[in-house]
């Protein structure tokens, strides 16, 4: 299967305070077409600056970032802009809905950006909701929903333009077990169904069960990977990655 | 576009987007006030100049403006041999040529511009001295009899009030200074100076305001208009201590009075613009740093920096805008009725419609390009920055 994403010895560092901290340092990934892939690590370890990386939101210090076998770092401002907009979903923990615009426009503003036209525009937002479970809910405010709802606007909003990566940054982070479990599994279904790409950054082994690999991310470096995809029993697979995280 | 989005953001801070929209008004108002005045005292002031197209007016010249073209003016004083005298120059149409007093009724609201009500005496059958090509509304615009008057329309709207509110017309008869004289023609659209007049025999007004054997002024009508240069150079070396004034000679008086009027009144102007630009520029600069995540998030889910900055420019264009629309019936208002003694139509603000337009766009841009300059620069991470 093609590569999506690849990294190429990539590195982050973050003046601050007048040090220079490396938040990612010298990562190695290659990511293939309809992966479900899980980033974890503690708090800290680099996956979040890793995937803003990948999303075309930052530039890495070193290294090279390729989406589709095209560098990121040749691309301008509105070159990225338009990969962020027509090929990559993003999923936020705290769900970055627009606060004035209701459920439907939330979803539907961003296929603006990917030059859809109204009536379509108007057709796929109705049908995303209705995947969603927020057929219902359309003209709410994202104030009057709960938390997993938000995160399914969220999810729904992420797949507007029909990207083929989803990067979703600790999509369960605020939410309670049960609507958790929701959120991955409607990834998990993005993955199967759609067979387009999810990147996943978590610091939950549970959550990362969901993926067809898992990288485990520390001090910015990769320290281990497993692949899921077919193992019957992931939850010594993830242990044995758990120790490795702790060592 | 995300225009959209500009007007939920204005309707999200309903209070806010208020006070913004009455702030501009108030300045929008006041600038179509000074603009509306400045047209209409233009266009009265060349009105005037035009009327006297190949004619010469001399008056008595006074120590301190006396070459301005205060064509009313009630404060010269010329004996009627002197206006004899310059009535027998060659050259001169004597049947549109005539001696004039004019004695003011109303005062003017400012200076350079016709009293709000002036009486004019001039010879009877000479008319077309001071009438020119004017048409008449109703009746007859020559003088017949001494107790005759021909009223313009703003003069025939000052005696209404004195008419118990009735119309006045013809065969109505007004008190000027103790007398009845009987209205025999009223003037069609008219310049100011003569819209306001209450025309009467020169007799007549010299005996109402007790100036026997005297005049304010002496028009002439020159019967080859190219020999007007002529004209007034025979005038100037035959009398002295005159003031003699050609088209061209009220033209620049006017040129330069407008000039120093307009350069004040755009200070003025450009300072209640700039005033309403700061109002509007600081509540979107508000705004934007309250929505930074917002646009974070925008950014990082695909927005291009032109579609933000018309989403801040589109804000701050439809305050500017629904500022201009509240303005605008204020200003009306004002003109109006705090004004229309002084002032004949409210045209001077009507007519500058599209200025208004250009304004409320340009103020609107204006105070759109440091916020939506603040924000196409806010980074797609800043939609992070808050986790």
């Given at each position: 299967m093609n590569m999506i994403v690849e990294t190429k010895n990539v590195t982050k560092t973050f003046g601050m305070n007048g040090i220079a901290v490396e938040a990612v340092r010298g990562i190695d990934l290659q990511v293939r077409e309809g992966e479900f892939v899980a980033i974890v690590g503690p708090s800290g370890s680099g996956k979040s600056s890793l995937l803003h990386l990948i999303g075309a939101m930052d530039h890495p210090t070193s290294g090279e970032v390729f989406f589709r076998e095209r560098p990121l770092s040749r691309m301008n401002d509105g070159a990225r802009t338009d990969l962020r907009a027509r090929e990559i979903g993003f999923i936020f923990q705290t769900f970055n809905l627009l606060p004035m615009l209701n459920v439907f426009e939330n979803v539907e503003v961003v296929m603006r950006f990917g030059g859809l036209a109204k009536r379509e525009r108007i057709q796929r937002t109705e049908s995303l909701l209705k995947t969603v479970g927020l057929a219902e809910r359309m003209r709410h405010l994202p104030n009057r929903l709960s938390g997993g709802e938000r995160q399914r606007v969220a999810v729904a909003r992420a797949l507007a333009n029909q990207p083929a990566l989803v990067l979703a940054d600790e999509p369960t982070g605020n939410l309670d077990s049960t609507t958790g479990t929701g959120i991955l599994e409607l990834l998990r279904e993005i993955c199967n169904?759609?067979?387009?790409t999810v990147i996943m950054v978590t610091h939950d082994f549970r959550a990362a069960s969901y993926a067809d690999r898992v990288l485990v991310l520390r001090d910015g470096r990769i320290r281990g990977e497993a692949g899921l995809k077919g193992v019957t029993d992931t939850h010594k697979t993830l242990n044995q990655l758990l120790e490795l995280e702790l060592e | 576009m995300l225009l959209d989005l500009a007007?939920?953001?204005?309707?999200?801070?309903?209070?806010?987007?208020?006070l913004t929209i009455l702030g501009v008004a108030s300045a929008v108002q006041l600038y179509l006030m000074v603009h509306g005045v400045m047209g209409t005292?233009?266009?009265?002031?060349?009105?005037?100049?035009?009327?006297?197209?190949?004619?010469?007016?001399?008056?008595?010249?006074?120590?301190?403006?006396?070459?301005k073209s205060d064509l009313t003016s009630s404060t010269s004083s010329l004996m009627e041999e002197t206006a004899e005298a310059l009535l027998a120059t060659g050259g001169i149409d004597r049947a549109a040529s005539s001696a004039l007093l004019f004695v003011p009724i109303a005062r003017a609201l400012m200076p350079y511009i016709p009293p709000a009500v002036v009486a004019v005496g001039l010879e009877p059958g000479h008319e077309a001295a001071y009438l020119g090509g004017l048409k008449a509304a109703s009746g007859r615009l020559t003088l017949e009899e001494p107790d005759e008057v021909i009223l313009g329309q703003g003069a025939a709207e000052y005696y209404r009030s004195e008419n118990n509110g009735d119309p006045v017309g013809i065969r109505s008869t007004?008190?000027?200074?103790?007398?009845?004289?009987?209205?025999?023609?009223?003037?069609?659209?008219?310049?100011?100076?003569f819209a306001n007049a209450v025309i009467m025999p020169l007799p007549t007004a010299q005996a109402i305001f007790d100036r026997p054997g005297t005049v304010?002024?002496?028009?002439?009508?020159v019967q080859n208009t190219g020999a007007v240069e002529t004209v007034k150079s025979s005038i100037q070396a035959g009398f002295s201590g005159l003031t003699v004034s050609t088209q061209d000679d009220m033209l620049r008086s006017a040129s330069s009075i407008l000039d120093a009027m307009n350069s004040f009144m755009s200070i003025i102007e450009t300072s209640?613009?700039?005033?309403?630009?700061?109002?509007?520029?600081?509540?979107?600069?508000?705004s934007v740093m309250e929505a930074r995540r917002e646009i974070g998030t925008l950014r990082a889910v695909g927005a291009a920096r032109w579609r933000i900055f018309t989403m801040v420019a589109g804000q701050s264009i439809v305050l500017s805008m629904m500022g201009t629309l509240v303005a605008l019936p204020i200003a009306l208002f004002f003109v109006q009725w705090g004004m229309s003694d002084y002032l004949s139509s409210v045209t001077g603000v009507l007519q500058v419609w599209w200025q208004i337009l250009v304004t409320a766009v340009g103020v609107g841009l204006a105070a759109s390009i440091l916020p939506a300059w603040q924000a196409v620069r806010v980074d797609p991470l800043e939609s992070l920055r808050y986790e």
């Amino acid at each position: 299967m093609n590569m999506i994403v690849e990294t190429k010895n990539v590195t982050k560092t973050f003046g601050m305070n007048g040090i220079a901290v490396e938040a990612v340092r010298g990562i190695d990934l290659q990511v293939r077409e309809g992966e479900f892939v899980a980033i974890v690590g503690p708090s800290g370890s680099g996956k979040s600056s890793l995937l803003h990386l990948i999303g075309a939101m930052d530039h890495p210090t070193s290294g090279e970032v390729f989406f589709r076998e095209r560098p990121l770092s040749r691309m301008n401002d509105g070159a990225r802009t338009d990969l962020r907009a027509r090929e990559i979903g993003f999923i936020f923990q705290t769900f970055n809905l627009l606060p004035m615009l209701n459920v439907f426009e939330n979803v539907e503003v961003v296929m603006r950006f990917g030059g859809l036209a109204k009536r379509e525009r108007i057709q796929r937002t109705e049908s995303l909701l209705k995947t969603v479970g927020l057929a219902e809910r359309m003209r709410h405010l994202p104030n009057r929903l709960s938390g997993g709802e938000r995160q399914r606007v969220a999810v729904a909003r992420a797949l507007a333009n029909q990207p083929a990566l989803v990067l979703a940054d600790e999509p369960t982070g605020n939410l309670d077990s049960t609507t958790g479990t929701g959120i991955l599994e409607l990834l998990r279904e993005i993955c199967n169904s759609r067979k387009q790409t999810v990147i996943m950054v978590t610091h939950d082994f549970r959550a990362a069960s969901y993926a067809d690999r898992v990288l485990v991310l520390r001090d910015g470096r990769i320290r281990g990977e497993a692949g899921l995809k077919g193992v019957t029993d992931t939850h010594k697979t993830l242990n044995q990655l758990l120790e490795l995280e702790l060592e | 576009m995300l225009l959209d989005l500009a007007w939920k953001n204005i309707w999200r801070r309903k209070l806010r987007s208020l006070l913004t929209i009455l702030g501009v008004a108030s300045a929008v108002q006041l600038y179509l006030m000074v603009h509306g005045v400045m047209g209409t005292y233009t266009g009265e002031i060349n009105g005037q100049v035009n009327a006297f197209a190949g004619r010469i007016v001399i008056q008595q010249q006074v120590e301190s403006g006396g070459g301005k073209s205060d064509l009313t003016s009630s404060t010269s004083s010329l004996m009627e041999e002197t206006a004899e005298a310059l009535l027998a120059t060659g050259g001169i149409d004597r049947a549109a040529s005539s001696a004039l007093l004019f004695v003011p009724i109303a005062r003017a609201l400012m200076p350079y511009i016709p009293p709000a009500v002036v009486a004019v005496g001039l010879e009877p059958g000479h008319e077309a001295a001071y009438l020119g090509g004017l048409k008449a509304a109703s009746g007859r615009l020559t003088l017949e009899e001494p107790d005759e008057v021909i009223l313009g329309q703003g003069a025939a709207e000052y005696y209404r009030s004195e008419n118990n509110g009735d119309p006045v017309g013809i065969r109505s008869t007004i008190p000027v200074g103790g007398r009845t004289l009987k209205v025999v023609g009223i003037l069609g659209d008219a310049p100011q100076l003569f819209a306001n007049a209450v025309i009467m025999p020169l007799p007549t007004a010299q005996a109402i305001f007790d100036r026997p054997g005297t005049v304010t002024s002496v028009i002439l009508t020159v019967q080859n208009t190219g020999a007007v240069e002529t004209v007034k150079s025979s005038i100037q070396a035959g009398f002295s201590g005159l003031t003699v004034s050609t088209q061209d000679d009220m033209l620049r008086s006017a040129s330069s009075i407008l000039d120093a009027m307009n350069s004040f009144m755009s200070i003025i102007e450009t300072s209640i613009l700039t005033v309403a630009v700061i109002v509007v520029m600081i509540v979107v600069i508000v705004s934007v740093m309250e929505a930074r995540r917002e646009i974070g998030t925008l950014r990082a889910v695909g927005a291009a920096r032109w579609r933000i900055f018309t989403m801040v420019a589109g804000q701050s264009i439809v305050l500017s805008m629904m500022g201009t629309l509240v303005a605008l019936p204020i200003a009306l208002f004002f003109v109006q009725w705090g004004m229309s003694d002084y002032l004949s139509s409210v045209t001077g603000v009507l007519q500058v419609w599209w200025q208004i337009l250009v304004t409320a766009v340009g103020v609107g841009l204006a105070a759109s390009i440091l916020p939506a300059w603040q924000a196409v620069r806010v980074d797609p991470l800043e939609s992070l920055r808050y986790e």
